[in-house]
């Protein structure tokens, strides 16, 4: 069965940094690649970024380049994204997603994690 | 960038309605469209993928059309489970205005 758990809800006070986490098993960890999501409070869902673990191929949505980074363990089959100094206006709800691999780009997201509550606050 | 222009995003309905939900891009997207359902509290689940083919378990009251730059979800006859939010992405080139704004279906 193909699972994404993603870490528990965090509390944050504005300037500090945080990595979330999204363990994938079910699947080959590294031929499927891994997106991000966030919705903020009571909105819609935003494309934040993309990364294939086999190869380390990222790319970003415009929104979100240079604010936050895409990585990943292949050794421990999850994925990361984290912030060098979050703002309060990044309280959300972050997703991560399994999207298999399409002709030149990545396909749909299939499987997508429960989501991770980040709260910034002082 | 494509950006999706998603419409209505309310939608009230009652038991037995068809609803329609449209998804319009900025360019064509050929058929790489994706329609998933969001209920509070929960990740969006896939409906259908590739504008028409609908998902495993996915009730058959559900269907996608469309290609180039107009697509429409259906559901034939709404049932109390189908009230939430819908949302379109496009994976021709994903970019910042990969998702529609979202319809929210609600009771009428």
């Known amino acids: 069965e193909v699972q994404l758990v993603q870490s528990g809800p965090e509390v944050i006070k504005p300037g500090e940094s945080l990595k979330i986490s999204c363990k994938g098993s079910?699947?080959?960890?590294?031929?499927?690649?891994i997106g991000w999501v966030r919705q903020m409070p009571g909105k819609g869902l935003e494309w934040m970024g993309i990364?294939?673990?086999?190869?380390?191929?990222?790319r970003y949505s415009p929104s979100f380049q240079g604010q936050v980074t895409i990585s990943a363990d292949n050794s421990i089959s999850t994925a990361y994204l984290q912030w060098s100094s979050l703002k309060a206006s990044d309280t959300a709800v972050y997703y991560c997603?399994?999207?298999?691999?399409?002709?030149?780009?990545?396909?749909?997201?299939?499987?997508w994690g429960q989501g991770t509550l980040v709260t910034v606050s002082s | 960038d494509i950006q999706m222009t998603q419409s209505p995003s309310t939608l009230s309905a009652i038991i037995g309605d068809r609803v329609t939900i449209t998804c319009r891009a900025s360019?064509?997207?050929?058929?790489?469209l994706a329609w998933y359902q969001q209920k509070p509290g929960k990740a969006p689940k896939l409906l259908i993928h590739?504008?028409?083919t609908l998902e495993s378990g996915v009730p058959s009251r559900f269907s996608g059309s469309g290609s180039g730059t107009e697509f429409t979800l259906t559901i034939s006859s709404l049932q109390p489970d189908d009230f939430a939010t819908y949302y379109c992405?496009?994976?021709?080139?994903?970019?910042?205005?990969?998702f529609g704004q979202g319809t929210k279906v609600e009771v009428k």
């Open positions: 997603a399994r999207h298999s691999s399409g002709t030149l780009n990545p396909n749909h997201a299939d499987y």
């Open positions: 079910g699947y080959s960890f590294t031929t499927y690649w």
């Open positions: 990364m294939y673990p086999g190869d380390s191929d990222t």
């Open positions: 360019q064509s997207i050929s058929t790489w």
């Open positions: 590739k504008a028409s």
């Open positions: 992405l496009q994976y021709n080139s994903y970019s910042r205005g990969a």
